[in-house]
């Protein structure tokens, strides 16, 4: 079984920058797709960023230009690079991956999810 284990989360104030990593297992299964997703109380998860295993990358209209989605494969790490936070991105931020096994055979897998709290 595929495990995502994100990390970076953390406070921040408006107009500053966090980076959060999402580690995950790919010894037997291949990603197909890595992205982050992020979810307020009250309100269904949404879909921030995602890269694709080919290379490309979409964006949430509301973080294009500050948000950067990025992956290295040596390490087997998603990164995702906020910058220009703001307030309302204030939210519990999820690494999601799409796997393949050997027979071709997609599977979905959240990480437990970090906080981050843009607020002064």
Same mark, same amino acid.
């Given at each position: 079984q595929v495990q995502l284990m994100? *990390? #970076?989360g953390g406070k921040v104030q408006p107009g500053g920058s966090l980076s959060l990593s999402c580690v995950y297992d790919e010894t037997i299964f291949t990603p197909y797709r890595l992205a982050w997703y992020r979810q307020t109380p009250g309100n269904q998860r949404e879909f921030v960023a995602d890269i694709m *295993?080919? #290379?490309p990358r979409?964006?949430?209209n /509301? =973080?294009?230009g500050r948000f950067t =989605? *990025?992956?290295d494969r040596a390490? *087997?790490?998603l990164y995702l690079q906020m910058n220009g936070l703001k307030p309302e991105d204030t939210a519990t931020y999820y690494c999601n #991956? =799409? /796997?393949v096994d050997s027979e071709g055979k997609r599977t979905t897998?959240? #990480?437990q999810g970090t906080q981050v709290p843009v607020t002064y």
């Open positions: 994100e *990390s #970076g *295993s080919d #290379g979409n964006y949430a /509301f =973080v294009k =989605v *990025s992956r390490q *087997s790490t #991956g =799409v /796997f897998i959240w #990480g």
